[in-house]
């Protein structure tokens, strides 16, 4: 909903032709700038003050009131609402995070239905049948309700010190955000030209939200490194296939998005007591992300061979992060602490069961 209205009002700003199309372009990336780029200002913020679900609620009222500014103020509701936007999501994200702590299923479930409310507020905004006060009235109750919810525990237990690594945290930070930004690179790239046809717009667009949202899922239940750097490199054919084959293309992009709750879960897991700071993170990767397409490379860069060798750099770099991840990762160390405890008739009966 939050992304619907923002997404919304940008597209009825560029259908009614309020602007030049120079100056909408300018508002769009204005716009992106804030909702993403401003995330990690306000994680870092918000891990400070502890304080998600105000974050959330602020977010849908900031982003609410936007809607009262458009008719008369667009250009300031746009603003408003990429703040607003920026706010909610954080908030939501760092509740999603310790809904399955150290687990990639909430994050992922949390973040899937912003395809979705991209699509429909496209849809609106384009089709001139954007109304502003269906989600203002929306976002007012489902402030109030957050508000109501009892609060989800957040920032549970004591941060552990960094431990000395041969393969540091910050190490896979590094590697991790290189594979959102590749990700959203080539997301951004693909040229998929059947996407004109609404009815395969649909079901591309609910491909993308259940490869978040089952992402997690299937990641948690078959290990992280199988599913989301597997699932990244069998995306490859898919996607070279998909500019003139719907199936392959809707099934690639399903593929393709699994793999986004794993890299989420790693930077928060990595960077433990800062789950606002890592999701905000992840929001500035994909912003970066995209900047490639607004230089001259744009051209070379939706090329589907340099998107093969793009996606299969980021399987690569994906599926070896994730090897270093399993090694730092202290739940290991604990799963050992835990066998050396059991009795010796437990351990026996364990034996037991395995062969």
């Excluded at 960077?271 to 992840?282: D, V």
């Excluded at 992300?289 to 690569?316: C, E, H, R, W, Y």
């Excluded at 399993?326 to 050992?336: C, D, G, R």
Aim: charge should be positive; hydrophobic fraction near 55%.
């Amino acid at each position: 909903m939050v992304d619907a209205v923002c997404i919304g009002m940008l597209f009825s700003v560029l259908t009614r032709h309020v602007f030049s199309l120079m100056a909408t372009a300018y508002l769009f990336i204005v716009y992106n700038l804030l909702a993403f780029g401003l995330q990690v200002i306000i994680g870092f913020v918000i891990d400070n003050l502890k304080a998600p679900r105000l974050a959330a609620v602020l977010g849908l009222i900031v982003t609410g009131l936007s809607t009262l500014f458009f008719p008369s103020r667009p250009v300031a509701a746009i603003i408003i609402a990429g703040f607003g936007n920026a706010l909610f999501h954080v908030g939501g994200g760092i509740i999603s995070l310790n809904l399955t702590p150290r687990k990639a299923a909430a994050p992922g479930i949390f973040v899937a239905p912003g395809a979705l409310g991209v699509l429909v507020g496209t849809l609106l905004g384009k089709s001139g049948k954007f109304i502003t006060w269906p989600f203002f009235a929306a976002m007012a109750a489902s402030a109030v309700i957050i508000f109501l919810v009892p609060e989800p525990a957040a920032y549970q237990g004591k941060t552990q010190p960094p431990q000395q690594q041969e393969f540091k945290a910050e190490h896979i930070i590094y590697l991790i955000l290189f594979v959102i930004a590749v990700r959203s690179l080539v997301g951004f790239a693909a040229v998929f030209p059947w996407r004109s046809d609404v009815n395969l717009l649909i079901l591309l667009t609910a491909a993308v939200v259940l490869g978040k949202g089952l992402g997690g899922l299937l990641a948690d239940k078959f290990g992280w490194q199988l599913t989301a750097a597997g699932s990244l490199a069998v995306s490859i054919p898919l996607l070279t296939l998909g500019a003139g084959v719907p199936v392959c293309g809707i099934t690639g992009m399903f593929l393709f998005n699994i793999n986004m709750p794993v890299t989420l879960a790693m930077i928060s897991n990595v960077i433990p007591g800062k789950p606002g700071t890592a999701f905000g993170l992840t929001c500035l990767a994909l912003v970066l992300g995209t900047l490639p397409s607004f230089t001259a490379l744009q051209p070379k860069i939706g090329n589907i061979l340099v998107i093969d060798i793009m996606v299969l750099i980021a399987a690569v770099v994906l599926y070896f992060s994730l090897h270093f991840y399993n090694k730092i990762q202290p739940a290991n160390k604990l799963k050992t602490e835990i066998r050396l405890k059991i009795s010796p008739e437990q351990k026996f009966q364990e034996e037991k069961k395995s062969l």
